[in-house]
């Protein structure tokens, strides 16, 4: 167990509506990463947010969107969705940007 | 961001010692090498960490040349359970930059 901790575990929806997903970091850890992992493009780096602000930005689509509140925990709003959006989707939290704690991940699946 | 190249398999039998080399020819001064460790459908795991000569933890140990061109993890003793796939990423400590995951090299174990 990292202590990361992601809800929902599954998560199943139609072409173009909207989903938040949700990660509550580890105890005392002010960063959180957002990863996507699709069986064709494998790991890809998201956003991160240090205490509430955007630090670093990757592969995120505009319709994707994130943020980080006051008590640290984030969420991934993921919008218009496609079929190609389908994929497990997987928050870490950290100290150093090194040594990151993944959660168990939200397997998306767009119909 | 140095760019990292690992091969794509590798096969081993139960109790042999394996070792996995990664590439790093663009590796700057302040970058670490940080090694993760991933089952299906679960987050990667951070295994080991250094920046030169040899680190050891109780999973594993991790030799960085002199140059800091190459580093080679080594897991003592696999079993099966050790079937996974290892990342090795290279980035400087601190917050703010985003990690690539590469392909990785999946590791096969055989009884």
């Known amino acids: 167990d990292s202590g990361v901790t992601q809800t929902p575990k599954h998560l199943i929806t139609a072409t173009g509506q909207r989903v938040t997903l949700r990660c509550s970091p580890r105890?005392?850890?002010?960063?959180v990463y957002w990863y996507q992992q699709s069986l064709d493009q494998g790991l890809q780096f998201l956003i991160q947010?240090?205490?509430?602000?955007?630090?670093a930005k990757g592969n995120i689509l505009e319709r994707f969107s994130a943020q980080q509140f006051p008590d640290l925990h984030s969420e991934l709003n993921l919008s218009s969705l496609e079929l190609g959006d389908s994929a497990l989707y997987f928050c870490?939290?950290?100290?150093?940007?090194?040594?990151?704690?993944f959660g168990p991940g939200t397997r998306l699946t767009v119909t | 961001l140095a760019k990292t190249t690992q091969p794509i398999s590798m096969d081993s039998y139960e109790g042999q010692e394996v070792n996995i080399t990664c590439s790093h020819n663009n590796i700057a001064t302040n970058d670490y090498i940080t090694w993760y460790q991933q089952f299906p459908s679960q987050g990667p795991r951070f295994i080991i960490q250094g920046y030169k000569t040899k680190v050891t933890n109780e999973v594993a140990s991790l030799f960085i040349p002199a140059d800091r061109k190459s580093s080679t993890l080594s897991l003592p003793r696999v079993s099966l359970s050790d079937t996974a796939v290892y990342y090795c990423?290279?980035?400087?400590?601190?917050?703010?930059?985003?990690?690539?995951f590469g392909q990785g090299t999946e590791l096969s174990v055989k009884p």
């Open positions: 870490a939290s950290s100290v150093d940007q090194n040594e990151q704690y």
């Open positions: 990423l290279v980035a400087p400590s601190g917050q703010g930059g985003k990690l690539i």
């Open positions: 105890s005392g850890d002010l960063s």
């Open positions: 947010y240090y205490n509430g602000e955007e630090r």
